[in-house]
């Protein structure tokens, strides 16, 4: 039953993650940014329909671009449809674009978005520099994983 004050049927926007970056790249820092989004897109990222898992930012021209995200075209949007891949502006003020371009150019960095989410009704991506994982420390990271599952499942059982 819905509560008082709550429309039916409205539900609270998923927020999209990209699970392969933080496995992929060790995380240094993260920053918060706006995106520039046509109509349809928005609708279609309330719907969770979008993924991260191939895209990454890159600083040109002073500004900074969202590039290679792929966002479903939103089915009821008739004659303006988005393209799926297209470059999208990321707004951030230009004394945090310089600093992460500065930070980019160092050897084995990289900007990642890490995830985009709703607040306050405007569509924000979380941008990560990251420094990329070496073959072992994955294989580090999925041993210690079955690990604790272990543990946890035995912790389980006896209780």
């Known amino acids: 039953m819905a509560k008082k004050g709550e429309k039916k049927g409205s539900e609270t926007p998923r927020s999209i ?33 979008a993924h991260l898992n191939d895209a990454y930012c890159q600083v040109k021209g002073g500004e900074l671009f969202l590039i290679n995200a792929d966002i479903e075209p939103y089915e009821k949007a008739s004659v303006f449809q988005h393209e799926r891949r297209r470059d ?58 079955d690990e604790r599952r272990e543990v946890e499942r035995v912790r389980a059982t006896r209780f």
Do not use: C, W
Not at 24 to 44: T, W
């Open 17 to 49: 993650q990209n699970r392969r970056a933080r496995f992929d790249y060790a995380i240094l820092e993260s920053n918060e940014a706006g995106i520039a989004l046509s109509g349809s897109e928005v609708k279609s990222l309330f719907l969770g329909l």
């Open 88 to 145: 999208r502006k990321l707004l951030m003020h230009r004394k945090e674009i310089n600093t992460l371009d500065r930070k980019s150019m160092e050897k084995g960095l990289a900007l990642i978005p890490l995830s985009m989410y709703f607040k306050n009704g405007r569509v924000k991506v979380e941008v990560g520099l990251g420094r990329g994982k070496a073959q072992y420390d994955k294989r580090d990271k999925i041993a210690k994983d």
